[in-house]
């Protein structure tokens, strides 16, 4: 083919495809080149309305499922805490923010422990302390305040996760803390009484879980010495390990401890600070989050410890003991500060350090060993972890002999206990509790008040007796016959069960055979409900059963609201022997039947 004839071809190929491009583009000019109006206008509108169906429908199944938490709250025994009170306050976090000191419980949040055994109740008052009642700043002129700060131990809470499971979610109830222990020993002892001019001892829980020294001393400077304490108890010393266990050149006491971890939190935008923030903003504003968490315990919020850190396989080299050694000596210094504050103000006070599992010498139970297993604590980072309690006890005592006040080191006070005391690697038991709080009391008779020991102060050895509630293996005897029904009031706490006896023809009474002669002091009863309170009744006691004596009476029954029922307690001032225990009604509540839940008696 020529030359020629290529570009001829190629002319009419162009005009070929030329007249097809041609055609079609008249092809496509032939239909509108826009859409209708309306109809998109249309089409979107029913998209909206579609869109908005959806939305309503996700909106009326969540605020369905709101409401629904909203009624299973009301009417679970944490609605029953909150009745009188703004449910709205349920939603609030455990703890708040309090730039001065880092953080404290929050004011009207209200927590049910026990739920499985007896519903106890935990209030936290206006003031932000552990407490039912409010405290004025304004002390009565018939008070003798105490004020007791620390960390968890002093506010009292059970077993920390993992040891939680392992020790069944043991609780330490409003009753069995150590603070109101120390105020119903100081109550019954008529030489404190007369020492103190016949006032009433009233306690503060000023323990906030976490709390280390530096904490302590802030929260005294900024609030606590408004409250006018006429004494102050310090019981620290555990929570300082997990503090001073950094090997840092350059550290310090207020920049690595607690205080300023929890400003970092709050201050925290990352992701873990973003997630805090995020489950805390449920919490606060729904039902729902409110009922998981109530669940799973406190629930989430931003004031989370995250002091600990896992063992390091590497020991610590001879730099790093002495950085840990510097580091206890910073904390010895804020505490000599903290003793100098209240000498300065003019308040009296005892200094205690608290046992720790580790640094125990006491055989372990069963559930201690297992208890061992899982709360770890054989190091924390590079260092063991007893050995560094050992040389912080060590150094707390001799900085207090410098500056010339005692430090009583309480860390073997269970040495010789073979009953259950530790729930994790330092949280006790509710008799373990008595016995620490038995042990301050008597620090406070001779070092603060100068008073004497009487036989019935001292701790008796074995300490075994004292965690033993004698009713557990009692017979209850109704008209001189053991009773068959109500004896969920064995039980140490109240239940559904209650035990009713009828006066028939005479008074009613019930009798408790606890089996032996035991020496006996405190009693803890719970009646059937309001109405079952008499305003007369009396407790005797007996070694056989003929011949009794009065061993309590109380005339104008002003029950406490520690549990779901009301109930009374009773700590004497001296120890009695009996092995049994007769209640009765008396007055215009003699012809009323007998209703009890609970009653437990112990040494």
């Not at 709205?88 to 455990?94: G, L």
């Not at 500060?337 to 046992?355: C, E």
Request: hydrophobic letters at 35%; one cysteine or more.
């Amino acid at each position: 083919m020529s030359q020629s004839d290529r570009s001829t071809l190629q002319s009419v190929d162009e005009k070929s495809n030329s007249g097809q491009r041609d055609s079609v583009d008249v092809t496509s000019t032939s239909r509108p080149t826009t859409p209708n109006f309306g109809r998109r206008l249309l089409r979107f509108f029913f998209l909206c309305l579609y869109i908005g169906f959806l939305t309503a429908i996700v909106l009326g199944a969540l605020a369905a499922v709101e409401y629904y938490a909203y009624l299973k709250i009301k009417s679970s025994p944490l609605g029953e805490a909150y009745k009188g009170r703004d449910l709205d306050q349920a939603r609030q976090s455990s703890q708040k923010v309090a730039p001065q000191y880092g953080y404290e419980p929050t004011p009207g949040f209200v927590a049910v422990r026990n739920t499985r055994l007896g519903n106890s109740y935990e209030y936290i008052n206006d003031e932000s302390f552990k407490d039912f009642d409010d405290v004025p700043q304004d002390k009565p002129a018939d008070e003798y305040r105490v004020i007791v700060t620390g960390g968890s131990v002093v506010y009292g809470r059970g077993p920390v996760p993992p040891a939680d499971v392992v020790a069944d979610f043991y609780e330490v109830t409003f009753r069995w803390t150590i603070p109101h222990v120390i105020e119903q020993i100081m109550n019954a002892d008529p030489d404190i009484k007369a020492k103190i001019g016949g006032k009433k001892v009233r306690v503060i829980n000023a323990g906030v879980p976490g709390y280390v020294y530096q904490n302590n001393l802030m929260r005294y400077l900024a609030k606590l010495r408004l409250f006018k304490p006429d004494l102050v108890i310090a019981l620290d010393g555990a929570n300082e390990v997990h503090t001073v266990a950094r090997p840092l050149k350059d550290w310090n006491y207020f920049t690595e401890g607690p205080y300023y971890e929890v400003i970092t939190d709050v201050m925290d935008m990352g992701s873990k600070g973003l997630v805090n923030y995020v489950t805390l903003w449920l919490k606060r504003n729904t039902y729902l989050f409110t009922w998981l968490a109530m669940k799973e315990g406190e629930g989430p919020g931003i004031l989370m410890e995250n002091r600990g850190f896992s063992a390091h396989p590497q020991d610590a080299t001879p730099e790093m003991i002495e950085y840990r050694n510097r580091n206890i000596r910073q904390v010895a210094d804020v505490m000599a500060i903290y003793h100098s504050t209240l000498q300065s103000d003019k308040v009296p006070h005892v200094f205690a350090l608290q046992p720790m599992f580790r640094n125990c010498k006491k055989k372990r139970t069963p559930m201690e060993e297992k208890i061992e297993q899982v709360t770890g604590m054989q190091k924390i980072g590079f260092y063991d972890a007893a050995e560094t309690y050992d040389v912080f006890v060590d150094s707390m005592k001799k900085r207090g002999n410098e500056v010339g006040f005692e430090v009583a080191d309480l860390t073997g006070i269970y040495d010789n206990v073979s009953e259950w005391v530790f729930t994790d690697w330092c949280h006790l038991t509710n008799g373990a509790n008595y016995i620490l709080a038995k042990e301050l009391v008597n620090r406070v008779k001779t070092t603060v008040l100068g008073l004497p020991l009487n036989p019935d102060d001292a701790l008796k050895n074995p300490s075994d007796s004292y965690f033993k509630d004698y009713a557990r293996t009692a017979t209850i005897l109704v008209n001189d016959r053991p009773a068959d029904r109500g004896l969920q009031i064995l039980k140490g706490y109240p239940g559904s069960e209650v035990l009713e006896v009828s006066p028939g023809g005479g008074s009613a009474a019930v009798v408790m055979d606890i089996g032996e002669t035991a020496p006996l002091s405190r009693m803890r009863i719970v009646w059937g409900d309001e109405k079952s309170v008499p305003k007369q009744w009396a407790m005797e006691i007996s070694s056989d059963g003929k011949q009794w004596e009065p061993w309590m009476k109380a005339t104008d029954t002003v029950t406490d609201n520690y549990d779901q029922w009301p109930g009374y307690e009773h700590y004497a001032n001296r120890e009695s022997q009996a092995r049994y225990i007769r209640y009765s009604q008396s007055g215009d509540d003699a012809a009323k039947p007998i209703r009890l839940r609970q009653l437990s008696v112990f040494r």
